[in-house]
């Protein structure tokens, strides 16, 4: 099995069974994203500097880009797909909307899935709670004031859907 | 990324076996924060991975019996910063894995990788050095233990065998006449490695120790024996002269985060922030 090994995986991602083949060296991000097209979480830096990878796995907020595919074998994932879609934006997608905490919506995935660990972890941040909870998210557009609003508003709101 | 075997053992014979098969040419893989970077980037390319989350007697966890307090090398710095027995007895280690990263990359690395990476800003050392840590290596040989100073030789080199890995790492139950503080300098909070990470311990005999990271090769410890710094008549300025001649045994580097003259600079600086802070919770306590 030496170089060439391909190992057979079982994920459950925003609440749908997969059974995949994957390669070794294949991050969770890569498999996600050209596997299972999963796209909502991007690959920006891929060396956990900037979030835009972002996914819950088995609860909690972690880089995608820093998991191998095979390590994750087993565990339960949730991306930006499994909070809402267009027809049905989850309170924190529809409270960054709201706000304007979107421009060109690179890293809002990443930072909508950090944002809803916060929500799951402290139902109740206060402002420093949400600029530490987010530090490990990047976005080189808003200026960050209106994403942290859209975070607040949703914490204040108390009627997050947890998945 | 270079292709590799990936092994994931579930007892630690298996993982004795495994190590014993691929030696030297492999790498252990637990939080895998710092791994996959230096995989990605071709600094390692290993010809096996050995993901060792799965092996039962490495399990995460902290307990407290005795006089002493073990974390298991698996354990997070998410899980350590929010444990409570590390807020009330080892403040300055939770202050220190707080700054550890993103929270993203605090819910998977562990404590072991952080200490065996030895990087010398790694922000766990520092703080554990002041609790006098000590450190379990275990191998199909054996177990032995060492004293953190003497666990982390050299920038990313530590005492490990080839065939070594770390079981866990024991703090002693601090002297409850002792306070400690950490405080950190860095160009950007989050994800940033530190510019400078410094912990600093004061008892109530008159004794004051700083812990100081990322300003030399390894962490390492500075003392305090004459009470000059815990006295509450010796003068701000002082104080400052006495903290500042401590830190000449920094050795601190140039690089991109800040120059070595700045860092000499810092270290008086941040050297006084964390003795006010150690000092305020020696007070409360007494
Ligand atoms: S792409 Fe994963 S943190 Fe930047
Ligand atoms: S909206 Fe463009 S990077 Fe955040």
């Not at chain 1, 709201?98 to 916060?118: E, H, K, N, R, S």
């Amino acid at each position: 099995m030496e170089n060439q090994a391909i190992y057979s995986i079982s994920l459950i991602v925003n609440q749908k069974p997969y059974s995949i083949k994957v390669l070794p060296e294949h991050t969770l991000l890569d498999v996600l994203r050209d596997q299972l097209d999963i796209t909502g979480p991007k690959e920006c830096c891929g060396v956990g500097e900037c979030g835009a990878c972002t996914i819950l796995m088995n609860g909690k907020a972690v880089n995608a880009c820093l998991i191998l595919a095979v390590e994750a074998d087993g565990s339960n994932l949730v991306t930006i797909e499994g909070l809402g879609g267009k027809d049905n934006l989850s309170p924190l997608q529809q409270a960054f909307v709201d706000a304007g905490a979107v421009q060109c919506g690179f890293c809002t995935p990443g930072m909508i899935m950090a944002a809803q660990y916060l929500i799951n972890t402290n139902p109740n941040p206060t402002e420093e709670d949400v600029r530490l909870g987010l530090e490990g998210n990047l976005c080189r557009c808003t200026g960050y004031s209106r994403i942290i609003q859209a975070v607040l508003s949703v914490a204040q709101n108390k009627e997050h859907n947890v998945p | 990324m270079r292709t590799f075997s990936y092994l994931r053992p579930t007892n630690l014979s298996t993982l004795f076996a495994m190590i014993q098969k691929s030696a030297p040419d492999y790498r252990l893989l637990a939080g895998g924060t710092d791994l996959l970077v230096r995989l990605k980037s071709g600094k390692f390319s290993p010809n096996t991975i050995i993901d060792i989350k799965g092996v039962t007697e490495l399990q995460s966890g902290i307990n407290m019996e005795g006089s002493t307090l073990t974390i298991g090398a698996l354990t997070n710095m998410a899980t350590l910063e929010s444990e409570k027995s590390i807020l009330e007895t080892y403040p300055a280690l939770a202050e220190a894995v707080h700054n550890v990263g993103s929270i993203q990359i605090r819910n998977r690395a562990s404590i072991a990788g952080n200490l065996c990476n030895a990087s010398p800003a790694a922000d766990s050392a520092p703080a554990l050095l002041i609790y006098d840590a000590r450190v379990t290596c275990i191998s199909a040989r054996g177990e032995r233990q060492l004293p953190l100073a003497e666990f982390i030789v050299g920038p990313g080199k530590t005492a490990l065998a080839v065939d070594e890995l770390v079981k866990e790492i024991i703090l002693p139950i601090p002297a409850a006449n002792q306070a400690a503080a950490f405080t950190r300098l860095t160009r950007r909070k989050g994800v940033d490695l530190a510019t400078i990470s410094l912990c600093c311990q004061v008892n109530t005999s008159g004794i004051t120790r700083f812990a100081l990271g990322a300003v030399g090769p390894v962490p390492f410890i500075v003392e305090e024996k004459e009470g000059i710094l815990t006295s509450g008549t010796v003068s701000l300025e002082d104080k400052k002269a006495c903290i500042s001649e401590l830190m000449e045994k920094a050795t601190p580097i140039s690089d991109v985060r800040a120059s070595k003259e700045y860092r000499q600079a810092m270290l008086t600086v941040l050297g006084l922030r964390a003795l006010s802070t150690a000092l305020e919770r020696l007070k409360a306590i007494q």
